[in-house]
């Protein structure tokens, strides 16, 4: 029996000395694991304090140039000329002495100032209807702190965006070539509740006209103190823009109209009006221009986790524009928009037709690579005969100046140069027509439309009657004008005449 139990008291103390050694190396695991976990909190406060923001290199549209990013977007396509006015990608950093503001970049005094106007493009006095409009049809929520405008748009104030609900896989500005075949649905944010929070007793209820990501934007308010802790705070004006079709200048132009008309109806100027990107799509030549006509740029992807605005306002979707084709009147400030747009790149929009040595200003179409879906850059509605066009055109209008170019392949400002010292622009049906925004007040669009396309697309002719310029169109009713790789050869006898009949009604002879 005691024998029995000095075994038993042996193995006894044999568990407990293996579970005080279990115990030891439990207690030394966890002091190591805490002291890794405090080392990498400390590093990452001490980055964030060193850098308070630091954007990705491909996060933030600035107005700073970098040739690097030119170089590789020319590898990608020698058909763009970006010639230097372009825009490009930089990164943002603030020193951490600095308050708990942020102010959007502004341009260095070295950089060449666009010749803004610091005012109203409309007398105060005659007010744009659709203003008055607005106006009437406004519901305020959140005891003033959200106001809706005829389910249009929105004016926040002190709304917070929390980046951890709004998710995208990308960050968006990434070079073309780099993200081949991307499929277009990962280069939007998903919005789940709590990515814009306000102050409000409850949940404020508000719909948009459409089909329209703004819907999805106010499912995913979240209600908060206003004293809840942010990372930044950004006093300025802003306006929040999801672009579509980002790479067409048609509907780009639409977006840059809608930021305008926003701008003017909250009396605000291009010096104090700054655009957030909510999307994620790559570097686009468009891009550039966002920063040219308005103070500064910045992606979602690029501001601090949380940032609250002191005034946001959730822009007028592209689709849903004042500028939509068919139904529309003129719409609001149309040649101040051009005025505005011009002066934006130092651009004179006064030139005067002179009859007796016109400008005829030929757009082709050539393969170009412009967004990630189209990686071989194929373009349909080419001209077959360009050459015989254009030389049988100077022949027979040797008092004219007649010029024919690839106009993407040009910096904006030369595109806006081209166009405006042009009395005929003449093109096959495409987004570069939309140009006629641009040329002067006395002036004419000529449109060729292949056998394969429908002649009732009327963008350009509604941008013509808007502006009352001179509109013909051709459209090719034999199908043996048509060649395998989409381009359309027209009888040069056929192009003459229409130039002459525009000249006709252009200058009455």
């Not at 006209?209 to 006093?235: F, P, Q």
């Not at 989409?486 to 229409?498: G, R, V, Y």
Request: proline share 3%.
């Amino acid at each position: 029996m005691k024998s029995c139990f000095k075994v038993f008291r042996h193995r006894r103390r044999n568990v407990i000395l293996l579970l005080v050694v279990v115990a030891a190396i439990c207690l030394i695991f966890l002091a190591f694991n805490d002291n890794l976990s405090t080392k990498s909190s400390a590093k990452a406060v001490q980055r964030r304090s060193s850098h308070v923001v630091e954007l990705p290199r491909t996060t933030a549209i600035a107005y700073s140039h970098t040739k690097e990013i030119d170089t590789r977007i020319h590898k990608v396509s020698k058909k763009w000329t970006l010639n230097g006015s372009s825009a490009h990608l930089s990164s943002v950093r603030l020193n951490k002495q600095k308050l708990n503001r942020l102010s959007f970049v502004r341009r260095g005094s070295s950089s060449k100032q666009p010749n803004w106007n610091p005012g109203l493009y409309y007398n105060a006095s005659s007010t744009p209807e659709v203003f008055l409009q607005w106006r009437r049809e406004r519901e305020v929520m959140c005891d003033g702190r959200m106001v809706g405008y005829d389910h249009e748009f929105v004016e926040a104030r002190d709304l917070t965006v929390d980046r951890k609900f709004c998710t995208c896989a990308l960050q968006g500005g990434e070079l073309i070539q780099d993200v081949i075949n991307q499929e277009e649905l990962a280069e939007y944010y998903t919005f789940d509740v709590g990515c814009f929070q306000i102050g409000c007793a409850k949940r404020p209820s508000y719909f948009f006209n459409g089909e329209n990501h703004l819907t999805k934007w106010m499912y995913s308010i979240a209600v908060h103190e206003v004293s809840d802790k942010v990372d930044r705070v950004i006093d300025d004006f802003t306006i929040a823009v999801t672009r579509y079709e980002y790479a067409n200048l048609f509907h780009t132009m639409t977006d840059w109209y809608n930021a305008f008309v926003v701008m003017q109806f909250f009396n605000r100027s291009s010096f104090d009006t700054n655009i957030l990107i909510v999307d994620a799509h790559p570097y686009g030549a468009l891009d550039s221009a966002w920063t040219q006509l308005f103070n500064s740029t910045v992606r979602l992807a690029g501001i601090p986790t949380r940032t609250r605005f002191r005034n946001l306002v959730w822009g007028i979707m592209g689709y849903n524009s004042l500028m939509k084709i068919f139904v529309s009147p003129t719409p609001p400030l149309i040649e101040d928009f051009r005025s505005f747009f011009l002066s934006a790149y130092n651009i004179d929009s006064r030139r005067q037709i002179d009859c007796a040595k016109l400008s005829i200003l030929f757009i082709w179409r050539h393969n170009y690579l412009a967004h990630p879906r189209n990686p071989s850059g194929f373009v349909s509605r080419k001209i077959h005969n360009e050459e015989q066009l254009i030389q049988y055109v100077k022949r027979k209008n040797s008092n004219s100046v007649v010029t024919g170019i690839q106009i993407d392949s040009y910096g904006m400002r030369q595109q806006l140069q081209l166009v405006a010292n042009a009395d005929i622009l003449v093109g096959m049906h495409g987004a570069g027509l939309t140009h006629a925004m641009f040329l002067p007040k006395r002036s004419a669009l000529i449109e060729l439309v292949p056998n394969y396309w429908s002649p009732m697309a009327e963008h350009f002719k509604a941008i013509c009657v808007w502006r009352g310029l001179v509109y013909k169109q051709w459209f090719n009713n034999d199908p043996r004008n048509e060649f395998s790789d989409q381009s359309t050869n027209i009888a040069p006898q056929i192009m003459n005449t229409l130039i002459k009949n525009t000249v006709r009604e252009l200058c009455g002879n």
